[in-house]
Protein backbone atom coordinates (compact mmCIF):
# COMPACT_ATOMS: atom_id res chain seq x y z
CA UNK A 1 0.00 0.00 0.00
CA UNK A 2 2.98 2.17 0.80
CA UNK A 3 4.16 2.28 -2.71
CA UNK A 4 0.81 2.84 -4.09
CA UNK A 5 0.44 5.70 -2.37
CA UNK A 6 3.80 6.97 -2.99
CA UNK A 7 3.38 6.64 -6.79
CA UNK A 8 -0.01 8.65 -6.53
CA UNK A 9 1.53 11.40 -4.44
CA UNK A 10 4.25 11.73 -7.08
CA UNK A 11 1.78 12.25 -9.67
CA UNK A 12 0.14 14.71 -7.38
CA UNK A 13 3.57 16.37 -7.05
CA UNK A 14 3.41 16.94 -10.89
CA UNK A 15 0.01 18.20 -10.71
CA UNK A 16 0.64 21.11 -8.27
CA UNK A 17 4.70 21.99 -9.67
CA UNK A 18 2.46 22.44 -12.83
CA UNK A 19 -0.49 24.87 -11.06
CA UNK A 20 2.19 26.57 -9.21
CA UNK A 21 3.43 27.17 -12.80
CA UNK A 22 -0.44 28.27 -14.14
CA UNK A 23 -0.91 30.24 -10.95
CA UNK A 24 1.10 33.22 -11.83
CA UNK A 25 2.71 33.68 -8.93
CA UNK A 26 -0.27 32.60 -7.00
CA UNK A 27 -2.00 35.31 -8.47
CA UNK A 28 -4.71 33.22 -10.37
CA UNK A 29 -7.47 31.50 -7.70
CA UNK A 30 -8.22 27.75 -9.82
CA UNK A 31 -4.42 26.84 -10.80
CA UNK A 32 -3.32 28.25 -6.81
CA UNK A 33 -6.46 26.48 -5.29
CA UNK A 34 -4.83 23.74 -6.98
CA UNK A 35 -1.96 23.85 -6.16
CA UNK A 36 -2.53 24.07 -2.45
CA UNK A 37 -4.67 21.06 -2.60
CA UNK A 38 -2.43 19.04 -4.19
CA UNK A 39 0.51 20.16 -2.21
CA UNK A 40 -1.59 19.27 0.78
CA UNK A 41 -2.44 15.72 -0.54
CA UNK A 42 0.84 14.82 -1.83
CA UNK A 43 2.43 15.89 0.98
CA UNK A 44 0.38 13.62 3.14
CA UNK A 45 0.73 10.95 0.86
CA UNK A 46 4.57 10.80 0.86
CA UNK A 47 4.84 10.79 4.59
CA UNK A 48 2.48 8.12 4.60
CA UNK A 49 4.41 5.91 2.90
CA UNK A 50 7.80 6.96 4.53
CA UNK A 51 6.04 5.41 7.64
CA UNK A 52 7.45 2.31 6.12
CA UNK A 53 9.81 2.96 2.92
CA UNK A 54 13.40 4.35 3.74
CA UNK A 55 13.32 8.17 3.52
CA UNK A 56 15.74 8.43 0.81
CA UNK A 57 14.16 5.44 -1.56
CA UNK A 58 10.96 7.52 -0.91
CA UNK A 59 11.91 10.86 -1.51
CA UNK A 60 13.95 9.80 -4.98
CA UNK A 61 10.62 8.15 -6.06
CA UNK A 62 8.53 11.05 -5.13
CA UNK A 63 10.63 13.56 -6.92
CA UNK A 64 10.83 11.16 -10.06
CA UNK A 65 7.60 10.32 -10.91
CA UNK A 66 6.38 14.36 -10.35
CA UNK A 67 9.32 15.52 -12.47
CA UNK A 68 9.05 13.05 -15.42
CA UNK A 69 5.33 13.91 -15.37
CA UNK A 70 5.77 17.27 -15.15
CA UNK A 71 8.08 17.17 -17.83
CA UNK A 72 6.03 15.25 -20.21
CA UNK A 73 2.65 17.08 -19.41
CA UNK A 74 4.71 19.96 -20.50
CA UNK A 75 6.06 18.30 -23.55
CA UNK A 76 2.81 17.42 -24.84
CA UNK A 77 0.77 20.19 -24.56
CA UNK A 78 3.92 22.33 -25.93
CA UNK A 79 4.62 24.26 -23.00
CA UNK A 80 8.05 22.73 -23.37
CA UNK A 81 10.09 21.90 -26.52
CA UNK A 82 10.26 17.64 -27.07
CA UNK A 83 13.67 16.11 -27.88
CA UNK A 84 15.22 12.28 -28.17
CA UNK A 85 17.73 13.26 -25.64
CA UNK A 86 14.78 14.84 -23.34
CA UNK A 87 12.46 11.43 -23.83
CA UNK A 88 15.61 9.56 -23.23
CA UNK A 89 17.11 11.04 -19.79
CA UNK A 90 13.35 10.83 -18.78
CA UNK A 91 13.64 7.28 -19.48
CA UNK A 92 16.53 6.94 -17.19
CA UNK A 93 14.92 8.42 -13.94
CA UNK A 94 11.64 5.78 -14.96
CA UNK A 95 14.28 3.15 -15.18
CA UNK A 96 16.02 4.45 -12.11
CA UNK A 97 12.74 4.75 -10.05
CA UNK A 98 11.66 1.17 -10.98
CA UNK A 99 15.69 -0.08 -9.91
CA UNK A 100 14.94 1.43 -6.43
CA UNK A 101 11.47 -0.56 -6.08
CA UNK A 102 13.20 -3.54 -7.15
CA UNK A 103 16.45 -3.66 -4.70
CA UNK A 104 13.90 -2.67 -1.96
Known amino acids: MSWFVLVVS ?52 WVGVGAVLTVTYAMVTGEEAASLVKVLLLAGIVGCVIGLKVLH
Not at 25 to 33: D, I, T, V, Y
Not at 36 to 43: P, Q
Request: charged fraction near 10%; hydrophobic fraction near 55%.
Open 10 to 61: GVLEAVWATALGKSEGLSRLAPSAVFFVALACSMAGLGYAMRSLPVGTAYAV
